[in-house]
């Protein structure tokens, strides 16, 4: 099993800057494509970015592209989101997931989960 932690939310202002980062533990770090998904109150988990098992590989969400940035660090097993010119519609739970082995924009087809952590947006 992988286990993830994620860190580094909390509130900003709008405009601001925040990273995000999730800790794995466990299986081979390199085998998982990873993902960050978000989720508020009332609205079903959204896909935000995923970046392939060696990284070469990312994706993002429409109303992130250009300012959120995903990336990992193998030989650390970890995997940052980079989040700048931040808006008060990116206030959400952040979690952070492992696929098996490919990326996906998916939930479910992610296998693990982290506890998830809060960006709050001020205007």
């Known amino acids: 099993q992988v286990q993830l932690v994620e860190s580094g939310g909390g509130l900003v202002q709008a405009g601001g800057s925040l990273r995000l980062s999730c800790a794995a533990s466990g299986r081979t770090f390199s085998n998982y494509a990873m993902g960050w998904f978000r989720q508020t109150s009332g609205k079903e988990r959204e896909f935000v970015a995923t970046i392939s098992r060696s990284g070469g590989l990312t994706w993002y969400t429409d109303s992130v592209k250009g300012r959120f940035t995903i990336s990992r660090d193998n030989a650390k097993n970890t995997v940052y989101l980079q989040m700048n010119s931040l808006k008060p519609e990116d206030t959400a739970v952040y979690y952070c997931?492992?696929?098996?082995?490919?990326?996906?924009?998916?939930?479910?087809?992610?296998?693990?989960w982290g506890q998830g952590t809060q960006v709050t947006v001020s205007s």
């Open positions: 997931a492992a696929a098996g082995r490919y990326s996906t924009t998916t939930p479910v087809d992610y296998d693990y």
